[in-house]
């Protein structure tokens, strides 16, 4: 099946600097990657859509200058957190819709972020 | 507006023994829709879809489903469980936002298997 691959999968920084997120279609190419964030023991919650070559629509109440999301190519998304917080801690997830399948998505291994 | 409920948040079983989990849906347009499971630390694999067809869907480790459109609901059954299957298992519900069709998630239930 198709493979959607997040790097890194742990990443400790500093309160106050800023942590970029990678996901990639590694067999397949994506126009279009959903980035989630979920919280312990709860639901993912769909941050933003990330659209190829255009900017990204972000869901209401998430902040579009502190979650940057950019969509350089057909099989590359980045999240990047800028000036992070403690509370922007959290277990982000990208995934990707697999073109003419109807709705069925290929998600990525996850990325874990604390800041201390 | 679409929206899933898991009626359990934890459902705790022994191994061997046979384990539904539950979900319920509202739409007021067809649905499809999935169940994925989420290992610690890991992202989400599919387990299972239901996007039309026969309503009793077959999925991977030995998982299947059944949409039943009157109760508006898409259980997920297992006959016999193994403590591999211990993880977070996610409902969803497709819809559509743009050119995209985005699920919609219900908050997971933990299935633990005991030895």
């Known amino acids: 099946g198709a493979v959607v691959s997040q790097h890194p999968s742990w990443v400790i920084c500093k309160s106050g600097t800023s942590v970029k997120i990678e996901c990639r279609s590694l067999d397949f190419q994506a126009t279009t990657m959903f980035w989630y964030r979920q919280f312990p023991k709860q639901s993912l919650m769909l941050m933003a859509t990330s659209n190829e070559g255009s900017k990204a629509t972000y869901e209401q109440g998430v902040e579009k200058d502190k979650f940057l999301i950019n969509h350089a190519s057909l099989t590359l998304s980045t999240l990047t957190v800028t000036s992070a917080h403690p509370e922007d801690s959290s277990f982000y997830i990208c995934s990707a819709p697999l073109a003419g399948a109807t709705g069925e998505l290929f998600f990525g291994e996850g990325s874990r972020l604390t800041v201390l | 507006a679409q929206s899933v409920t898991q009626l359990d948040s934890q459902v705790p079983v022994f191994e061997e023994a046979p384990v539904e989990l539950r979900c319920n849906y509202s739409s007021s347009v067809s649905v499809y829709l999935f169940w994925y499971v989420q290992y610690p630390n890991q992202g989400l694999q599919l387990l299972l879809k239901?996007?039309?067809?026969?309503?009793l869907v077959k999925g991977i480790n030995g998982f299947e489903a059944e949409f039943n459109k009157s109760q508006t609901s898409f259980h997920l059954r297992k006959p016999s469980v193994h403590i591999s299957d211990t993880a977070e298992y996610f409902c969803a519900v497709r819809r559509r936002s743009g050119g995209s069709y985005i699920p919609t998630f219900g908050r997971g239930t933990s299935l633990i298997v005991h030895p």
């Open positions: 239901y996007l039309s067809g026969s309503t």
